[in-house]
């Protein structure tokens, strides 16, 4: 049986796409979107695709924990086996990741642990980095410091702006997601004492270099 998927956005939801694209393929019902902007273009990609969707406006509550402790009823009423986090621009509470640990995903647009945070392409070419790229990692209370899966290295050319960087990295965010959606899907990958398993095996803690 397929995997039930619960993917959480904010905004656009280019991964989702990709997720929705490649669901029966990887072996993933999304039995739900969830997200905490009305206005998210995501959640007409899921209508659109005949996919359940929930709102729940941060806006709407008066601590974190409230709305923490709402959207995890959300996803437990759409009885998610998996939790994809997919541009979702909120910090969760400790509860909150601790309820879906080792069963939650996330998908960062740098090559972690460089440039947790916001502004990722902006900070690595002002850094004068050669490389840049996306890390699928699991969620844990440490914000963008749970156990690598995969990354994607990009190179960084010496014409690139933020926008030309992001757009390529946005290229590979939609190939390795799918991929790690995958391998949990079909047991194979699993959170272990911190560090990320593949095949019974620990990943590096770089994770698993995706290459095209």
Not at 146 to 169: C, F, K, W, Y
């Amino acid at each position: 049986m397929a995997t039930r998927t619960v993917v959480i956005i904010s905004g656009s939801g280019s991964n989702l796409q990709a997720l929705i694209d490649r669901a029966e393929e990887i072996g993933i019902e999304i039995c739900g979107v969830i997200s905490n902007r009305e206005d998210a273009y995501g959640l007409q990609r899921a209508q659109r695709a005949g996919i359940a969707t929930a709102l729940v406006d941060h806006r709407q509550f008066d601590s974190r924990e409230s709305f923490d402790a709402t959207l995890a009823e959300t996803i437990d009423g759409m009885q998610a086996e998996l939790v994809i986090l997919a541009g979702f621009m909120r910090i969760l509470t400790p509860e909150f990741t601790r309820r879906y640990e080792g069963r939650m995903l996330n998908i960062h647009p740098s090559l972690l642990p460089k440039y947790r945070g916001l502004h990722t392409h902006k900070r690595a070419l002002e850094a004068g980095e050669q490389w840049h790229g996306a890390t699928i990692h699991f969620v844990t209370e440490e914000l963008d410091g749970g156990a690598n899966i995969i990354q994607a290295p990009v190179a960084i050319n010496s014409s690139d702006s933020e926008e030309t960087l992001a757009a390529r990295v946005h290229g590979v965010e939609h190939r390795i997601y799918p991929l790690a959606a995958q391998w949990f899907a079909e047991g194979r990958l699993r959170l272990q004492e911190g560090r990320a398993y593949l095949d019974g095996a620990p990943l590096p803690t770089e994770g698993y270099q995706y290459h095209d």
